[in-house]
């Protein structure tokens, strides 16, 4: 199922997890991509810093979602990925200097989302060590939406169960 679409506190407690990576790691811009409100599982920009640009989109059948579904790890974007992606995409990722893309793994590590970061502004590469905060970070987001998806069952299940509730009382 989609996860639940991001509300001000919920995309709020997943931009400050992603803005400690700007403090951090100094990305020219990063974008949280999810599924929620997408059709087949498509990830969608749901938040962004640092960019304009807030319509990507990675199809469920695109080499990148594939490739962030089965690696379960943050892959490094360069020249040789982005030759292997289709349109729009490797165009949008280059455009954007996308360096980094962890994936979001929600429940039986079922990829949700995904965390994209652009080249640092000093232009160094990420280390190693940054990379495994990115993907601390991005496991951090995948519990703040799995948690709203949760919250949001249990209010629709609550909400089925009162008119139920309410005819049985004399």
């Known amino acids: ?3 639940t679409p991001p509300t001000e506190a919920t995309g709020g407690k997943a931009a400050r997890h992603a ?3 700007d403090s951090a790691l100094h990305p020219g811009a990063h974008f949280i991509l999810t599924n929620s409100g997408v059709a087949c599982g498509d990830l969608a920009v749901a938040s962004s810093a640092g960019s ?3 319509s990507f989109r990675i199809p469920s059948g695109d080499a990148l979602y594939v490739m962030l579904a089965e690696r379960k790890c943050v892959l490094a974007i360069d020249g040789t990925l982005l030759a292997g992606l ?3 995409g490797a165009t949008w990722l280059a455009k954007e200097n996308i360096r980094l893309a962890a994936p979001i793994l929600g429940e039986g590590e079922k990829l949700i989302g995904a965390l994209l970061l652009a080249e640092r ?3 160094e590469p990420y280390s190693p060590r940054e990379i495994q905060v990115v993907e601390a970070v991005a496991a951090q987001i995948a519990v703040i939406y799995e948690k709203a998806w949760l919250q949001e069952q249990l209010r629709i299940e609550r909400s089925r169960n ?3 509730a309410a005819h049985e009382e004399p």
């Open 1 to 3: 199922p989609a996860i």
């Open 19 to 21: 803005a400690s990576i």
């Open 52 to 54: 304009t640009s807030d």
């Open 86 to 88: 289709e349109e729009p």
């Open 121 to 123: 502004n000093d232009r």
């Open 162 to 164: 009162e008119p139920a």
